[in-house]
Structure formats: structure tokens, C-alpha cells
């Protein structure tokens, strides 16, 4: 055995074991494991709607995103509001069941919706096919969008991936480390007539051991190494401006969700008035028929105006109710539960004052989008990609140095001391195919470019639509805020005419679908300049939780 107190072989045991240590520290072991890539999560809940026991074809166990897909469908709190069981009703809702009404949310502070009807048994009208219900608010969405949606979560994971990229590159600065231990066994002479010797020759040792430790140094590789890295940085950056864009776009779609909702309720309400209307209307067209004062085709126009408004309720109903899943899939929450407003009213939100001239809007846009700033990163990864692919071309040169313990007894042990300074010049295929990659480089980087310029286009075409949007929804609100008025008193005056027996039928029912359209004209007219709003907020760059609700302050 050679001997464990020599300097050689204390140089080279310290350079193996330092190695090691390096190779599996807490740092880098921290850094090859990707975060929830374990499978020691917690067993779902008897309760969840899905079934925890699914497997795909081949498979023995369930795979972990289906666990935690699972534990995403169990109802539960949002908001601020507690989540409460669907009352479950077995037959249609008349005026006359007060209390299967007093469970019932109230939409936009009007009278509990008594004319819904249940499209089946053991269903509740209102929240179909859902278990619980729970009311939220434009707020709530936001925040819980922000924590849960999974497109945020599959950006922020890239954003990982790209820092975990650039730090691999940057440490490509440093050396090499080398070691190893070799035992060779050998058996035969060297002829002396090699060395001058006696034609006996030399008697090689039968066993004899190596230790090697050394390192390499890469001094210059054509600044693959540099441009590499500055790449890498680029593509970080880049990364961290989607992220942000991604988190853009899911505050407008929870809030475009949200207020799709809102709308819903609010033609729900629409719709229940009118069915509420029509039956009135077929009452008094009886009673008036009975008495002579009206004939049968009064009292079976005013019929076929109740089931059309009713045909219309039913639809909306499941309009509604698909409006809570939709949002529920953008907050990445329980289908089983079902989401309604807690807006007792439904009214306009301007988030960007009126005053605000478009142009300052452009400024601001180019300031604040994310998007921008995103493929203007990977405009300067590409131009760095071509000196990347110029390396080739150029000479390396590395520095090296090893030192060697040679141990051919049991007793002593050599040191052989190595420096190495090398230039190395290769072409390979003569140069073409790095000709080549250079040109592709190039043209990429000349497409990076183009990409930037289009998303200028596009930023500057979403904002100004965004603004004329808004202009033309609020003023539509205006113009359905007067049919409102003028429908209400046209079927005022209607029914007036018919009581003193010299208006027609037919002239109440068209004022009462004159004042069911004003009204939805109305409802769509505040919540497309809602999410206009909204929408001008996102293309300026300055949505977020806090401007959603209490508007952006532009100078």
C-alpha cells in the first residue's frame, strides 16, 4: 500500500474529497430538484367530487397533479362571505314557496327571483349541477387568480428555468477539477538496450499505484463562454417580463370573468321581471276575457308571451350558471361550487379618468408593458447568439496543471509536477457549417427584431381600441339609460289604453319587450365599458389588483 502521510498523496486525497463535497452540497442538491417533484403529498379528502382512485392506462399509482387537481375541486372559501350548501328544490319555484326563496342569494338587491324554474329534479334553479354556493367580489377574484391560476404557475416555473440556465452558464468561468486513483498491474521486462542498459533489461514492479489531481482553465473560447452568458441573462429577463404579462393577462380575464357573471345575474333578473310580467299579463287578460272585456286572442297572445319569456329564463339560467364556471376555471377553484357577485347593484366603474388624452395613454403603455420590454430582451439574446456561434471560428487556449504520486513499493512514492499551456485551432467540415450557424444567427436575430416591432404595432392598436371601446360604451349607457325611460312609460300608457278599452293587446306586449330589451341593453352597455375599462387598464400596463377596484392615477 502506498503512504497515507505523504505530501503527494494528502494533495491528491484533498482534491477527491473536495470534489465530493462540491458535487453533492445542499446547494446544488437544492438546485436539481424541482419543487413539488416529490410524491410526499398528503391524501385527498373522502369528500373531493373526483375520483382520487383514477389511473391512466398502465399506470400503478395516481399520478400527483391529480391529487392536487382533486384537492382544487373541494368547495371553499374565496372571499370574505361563507360558503353555503345549494338547497335543493323538487319542483317548479312559484310565488308561493317563500321558503325555499329566503335561501336563495337576491340579485342586485331587487325581490328574490320566484319565477325560476328547475330544468330538473333535485336541482336548484339557480345553481343547477353545483353543491355550495358562495358570493365574491371583483377583489376576491383578483387575489385568489393571483395565487392559483395555473397559467401564472406554469410562467413562473419557466421564469425558474431560465435562472437556473443563466447560473449554469455563468459558471463556466470557472475551472475544471480533475482526480483519480489508478492500481496497475504488471508483469514483463523493459529491454535495456532502450535505456543503454545490460542486455538483462529492467524488471518492471508488479503492482504499482497512481494518484492524479490537476486542474483545466479554459482561458478563451471564442467568447462562447461570455456572449453565452449574456444570452442566458437576456432569456431571464425576458422570462421575468412574461411572467409579468402573464399575470396581466389573468387580472383581465378574472375580471372579464367576473363581470360576465355580474351581466348574467343581471339578465337573470331581467328575465325573471319579464316572466313575472307576463304572468300578470295573462291573469288580467283572463280576468278580462271572463268578464267580456277581452277575447281569446288576447288571453293567448299574452300565453305565447309567457312561454317565450320563460324559454328565455330557462336559458339564461344555465348562461348564468356557466358563467360561474368559467370563472371558477380562471381562479382555478371548485367547479362544484358555484360563484355569484356580491354587487347588490350594477354600475359603472371608470378605472382611467375621462380627461386622460390618448396619447398620454401611449406613453404610459410603452412605459409599463411588460411585453415590450419582454421581446426587446430576446431582441439582444439573439444578437448575442451570433458571436455565440462566431466561437468556433477562433482559437481556444486553456491552462492546466496536474500533479501525479507514482507509488511502485510499499515505502515511497513520487511526485511528478505537470503545467500545460495550450492554443488549439480547429475547423471543422473547413469552417462551412460555423458559416453557416453564423447566417441562421443572424437571420434569427433579424427576426427577433420583427417581432419586437410587431408587438409595438400591437400594443399601440389594443390601446387605442381599448379607449374608443370605452368612449362608445359609456356613452351607450346614456342612450339606454332614455329607452329605459321612454319603455317604462309606453307600457304605463299601454296598459292604461287597454283598461279603458281603447289600446289593444298587442300594444302592452310590445311595451313590455321594449322595456325587457332597454333593460338588457342597459345591463350590457355598463359592463362593456366595464371591462373596457379594465381591458385599457391591461393594454397600458397598469392592471393589478389595486387599480382594478380603485382605478389607475395617470397624471
Not at 64 to 78: E, G, H, N, W
Not at 456 to 477: G, H, N, P
Request: with cysteine; charged share 20%.
Amino acid at each position: 500500500m502506498f503512504a497515507l502521510n505523504s505530501q503527494p498523496t494528502r494533495i491528491a486525497l484533498t482534491s477527491l474529497l473536495a470534489m465530493s463535497a462540491l458535487c453533492t452540497s445542499p446547494v446544488f442538491a437544492t438546485a436539481l430538484v424541482p419543487p413539488g417533484g416529490d410524491d410526499t403529498t398528503p391524501p385527498v379528502e373522502q369528500s373531493s367530487p373526483l375520483n382520487t382512485d383514477f389511473r391512466f392506462s398502465g399506470a400503478k399509482t395516481t399520478p400527483t397533479y391529480v391529487k392536487d387537481f382533486a384537492r382544487s375541486q373541494l368547495p371553499r372559501p374565496i372571499g370574505s362571505q361563507p360558503v353555503q350548501p345549494v338547497v335543493k328544490i323538487r319542483a317548479t319555484v312559484t310565488n308561493s314557496d317563500e321558503s325555499a326563496l329566503n335561501d336563495r342569494p337576491v340579485a342586485l338587491n331587487r325581490p328574490p327571483l320566484q319565477a325560476l324554474i328547475s330544468v330538473q329534479q333535485d336541482l336548484n334553479p339557480f345553481s343547477l349541477d353545483a353543491q355550495a354556493i358562495e358570493k365574491v367580489s371583483l377583489q376576491d377574484c383578483v387575489r385568489v387568480a393571483e395565487t392559483q391560476n395555473l397559467d401564472i404557475a406554469n410562467s413562473f416555473d419557466n421564469e425558474k428555468s431560465s435562472k437556473y440556465a443563466f447560473l449554469a452558464s455563468a459558471t463556466k468561468f470557472l475551472p475544471d477539477l480533475n482526480g483519480g486513483y489508478s492500481l496497475y498491474g504488471v508483469n514483463g521486462t523493459i529491454p535495456g538496450a532502450l535505456f543503454g542498459a545490460g542486455s538483462n533489461g529492467i524488471k518492471l514492479p508488479s503492482m504499482f499505484q497512481l494518484l492524479s489531481a490537476g486542474f483545466t482553465y479554459n482561458a478563451y473560447q471564442g467568447g462562447a463562454v461570455m456572449f453565452g452568458m449574456l444570452q442566458q441573462r437576456h432569456n431571464l429577463h425576458a422570462a421575468r417580463f412574461a411572467l409579468k404579462g402573464t399575470t396581466n393577462d389573468v387580472y383581465l380575464e378574472a375580471a372579464r370573468r367576473y363581470y360576465d357573471l355580474l351581466l348574467n345575474e343581471a339578465l337573470l333578473d331581467i328575465r325573471n321581471r319579464a316572466v313575472e310580467i307576463s304572468k300578470e299579463q295573462v291573469r288580467l287578460n283572463s280576468s278580462l276575457e271572463g268578464a267580456g272585456a277581452a277575447t281569446g286572442l288576447d288571453v293567448l297572445q299574452s300565453q305565447a308571451q309567457l312561454a317565450s319569456d320563460e324559454q328565455n329564463l330557462v336559458d339564461q339560467q344555465q348562461a348564468r350558471r356557466q358563467s360561474s364556471i368559467q370563472l371558477s376555471h380562471v381562479l382555478n377553484s371548485s367547479f362544484a361550487q358555484d360563484l355569484a357577485s356580491v354587487e347588490n347593484d350594477l354600475r359603472r366603474a371608470r378605472l382611467v379618468a375621462r380627461e386622460v388624452p390618448v396619447a398620454k395613454l401611449l406613453t404610459v403603455a410603452v412605459d409599463n408593458r411588460p411585453e415590450l420590454k419582454q421581446y426587446e430582451e430576446l431582441r439582444l439574446a439573439a444578437k448575442r447568439a451570433i458571436i455565440v456561434a462566431q466561437a468556433p471560428l477562433h482559437p481556444t487556449v486553456s491552462l492546466g496543471g496536474t500533479v501525479y504520486g507514482v507509488q511502485a513499493s510499499a515505502d515511497s512514492m513520487t511526485s511528478l509536477f505537470l503545467l500545460n499551456f495550450s492554443v488549439n485551432w480547429k475547423l471543422g467540415h473547413l469552417g462551412t457549417t460555423d458559416l453557416a450557424n453564423i447566417q441562421q444567427a443572424r437571420w434569427q436575430a433579424r427576426q427577433a427584431t420583427v417581432q419586437a416591432t410587431q408587438i409595438f404595432q400591437q400594443v399601440f392598436e389594443q390601446v387605442r381600441t381599448s379607449y374608443d371601446q370605452s368612449l362608445a360604451a359609456d356613452k351607450r349607457i346614456e342612450h339606454a339609460s332614455t329607452q329605459i325611460a321612454a319603455a317604462e312609460e309606453e307600457l304605463r300608457i299601454a296598459k292604461k289604453r287597454m283598461e279603458a278599452g281603447v289600446g289593444l293587446n298587442i300594444d302592452v306586449l310590445n311595451a313590455q319587450r321594449d322595456l325587457t330589451q332597454a333593460s338588457i341593453n342597459k345591463a350590457r352597455a355598463i359592463i362593456d365599458f366595464n371591462i373596457a375599462q379594465a381591458q385599457l387598464l391591461h393594454d397600458t400596463g397598469l392592471i393589478s389588483s389595486r387599480t382594478l377596484t380603485q382605478g389607475a392615477n395617470i397624471d
